[in-house]
């Protein structure tokens, strides 16, 4: 899953490989959006997007209800395309959405290993205020792995957060935008990771979005990925937008979290390019330094025993406070 190239360390580590790959392309520039134009957050610093003392505060996720829907995606074990588990937990994600709007963009991907059916799952909270905030993840396993690879971190971690995520959304009374949390699904790689290759779902969705109006909507797209790691580290990305990555940083300072976030600095290719491309403000959320020198990614070792409670708090918290603080704009 997705692709990195290295720009800089900015500690004394060196990251290296794992899921993302690169194809030695320089990084997309931030587009332009009739919501967010680039032009418009020049000069605005993160304290600006600070609520009033007086606003409610976000909410807290569970960290341990997060672990817990995390371990029952992964009992369900490897869910590639076209699978049975992964139909299974297509039905256990809607089936903890009762009670939630939810759309499902269904189509048929050709993709390099045939075509496959695939379904992207959104679910919907409304807000008072005119735009939409998407928070986002894949669900599906990579198809070439073993049968016993189950993708704890890379998958389970952030779909089991997005379920929490939703359990907060219902009964958070907000006053600022709507906010879609999106399952993706056809992130991986069904042969060899590719520009052709991979985000079958993500780019689907984009160009459904931008043909129908969606697209302008969105103030902010936030993608989640492999942040369940006990050892957690959140790269700061260089293909997502530097002032969105600034304000998460902001959040993750307030609550005391900026210790495990953007240490280190590479480019993504992950499920948010496909909406950059179409100027949407972007921001990848992920950890990539899975075990020594990367060793449990992709791996049949990416089970739920290296995986915390505490990370998906960590991220889930920082999640929330982030859109208290978009709500401000």
């Not at 990367?294 to 739920?304: A, K, L, P, Q």
Request: proline residues 5%; charged residues 20%.
């Amino acid at each position: 899953m997705i692709k990195i190239v290295i720009i800089s360390i900015l500690l004394s580590a060196t990251l290296l490989l794992g899921s993302c790959k690169s194809d030695g392309q320089s990084p997309p520039t931030e587009g332009q959006t009739n919501l967010v134009p680039a032009s418009s957050m020049q000069g605005v610093k993160p304290t600006d997007f600070d609520p009033p003392a007086s606003a409610p505060k976000a909410p807290h996720v569970d960290g341990n209800r997060a672990f817990q829907y995390t371990k029952e995606i992964v009992d369900f074990g490897s869910r590639p395309i076209g699978s049975e588990n992964h139909k299974k937990v297509e039905n256990y994600i809607l089936g903890k959405l009762k009670g939630v709007t939810v759309d499902e963009d269904a189509f048929q991907a050709q993709t390099a290993a045939g075509s496959f059916p695939m379904r992207n799952i959104i679910a919907k909270f409304p807000g008072k205020k005119d735009g939409i905030i998407v928070i986002g993840s894949h669900y599906d396993t990579n198809l070439p792995l073993p049968k016993n690879f189950v993708g704890a971190n890379d998958g389970a971690s952030t779909s089991g957060l997005l379920l929490e995520l939703a359990d907060q959304l219902k009964h958070w009374n907000r006053d600022g935008y709507s906010v879609w949390l999106v399952w993706f699904d056809g992130e991986e790689a069904t042969v060899k990771w590719t520009a052709e290759d991979s985000l079958y779902g993500s780019k689907h969705l984009a160009q459904k979005w931008q043909q129908d109006g969606t697209a302008r909507k969105v103030k902010a797209f936030i993608l989640l990925d492999m942040i369940g790691d006990k050892d957690l580290d959140i790269l700061r990305d260089g293909n997502s937008t530097p002032w969105l990555l600034d304000v998460i940083y902001h959040a993750a300072e307030k609550l005391g979290y900026q210790s495990h976030f953007f240490q280190e600095q590479s480019a993504i290719e992950d499920d948010h390019l496909p909406f950059a491309k179409l100027g949407i403000p972007v921001a990848d959320v992920i950890d990539l330094n899975y075990g020594y020198n990367n060793v449990f990614h992709h791996s049949v070792e990416d089970t739920m025993d290296k995986l915390s409670p505490q990370s998906l708090q960590i991220v889930g918290d920082t999640v929330l406070e982030t859109l208290r603080m978009l709500d401000t704009r």
